[in-house]
């Protein structure tokens, strides 16, 4: 699979991501002649926003977390006795996930208990696994994308920087794959209107043309060539190895990167 970016890169560290929806349920009132007689489901909303905002001084640099508050109540007369928010929760690794779910579950569960409010968090589905990485799939990649003038980045801070998240990484924990990166003629930046005309414009259609070809080469070459489809079972075999070895990865989890169709995030 390969994705849309400002430039050309056979690897960037697409991480592992949790979603989460919070929800607080308090009690309605006058909010100007008996407050007192309610209880604020905003202000646990509020609370577990600043609650995320101070846990980032102890995230380690490669975490992420933001989010939104869905509904904030309905008129500003009434004491809210309902509010939603979504977070995306992201970390370089499934174990890293794990911790920042944990500190991430304790801030809005605090929020509660400070304000009164009952709260119900909900993870999403499945969770978005990290893109294991493939280094013989990596290299047939390039070789075969600079057949084709693809012009590859070597700056390593950009390519050891964060990126987003995708499914595809659930997929590259039961079979070899690699998820590269490529130029579309644009300097904008991904989820931005600009980027969104950019990637429908016609200039984009022949670097998505050059992508799809560079990546049915590298299929081509690892069906005819033995001695490159051993070295990406063996880069698999040690990379799922050393992943697998400070995390149980459960059977379903192995189930859900078996889908036909990836989404990004």
Known sequence: MAHPAQSDAAYLPDVAE?????????????????????INALD???LAYNNISVLRQQMKPTWRVHGIIKNGGVKPNIIPSYTELEFYLRAPSLKDLTILKKRAENS??????ATECKVEIKGGRN?????LQNKSLEKTYIENGKELGMEFLADESFL????????FGNVTYVVPGIHPYFYIGSDALN?????TAASGSQ???????????ALAMTALDVI???????????????TTLKEKGHLNVTEQGKESGTAAACATR
């Open 108 to 113: 809005f569960k605090a929020a509660a208990v």
């Open 44 to 46: 646990a909303a509020v």
């Open 203 to 213: 200039e984009a259609q022949f670097y998505t043309l050059r992508a799809a070809k």
């Open 191 to 195: 989820h931005t209107e600009p980027y």
């Open 160 to 167: 050891n920087g964060p990126s987003g998240s995708t499914d």
């Open 224 to 238: 005819f060539k033995p001695d490159l489809l051993e070295k990406v079972r063996e880069d698999f075999r040690q």
């Open 127 to 131: 969770d978005y696994y990290n893109v």
């Open 18 to 38: 949790h979603d989460v929806t919070v929800k607080y349920y308090g009690k309605a009132s006058h909010a100007a002649a008996y407050p007192w007689e309610g």
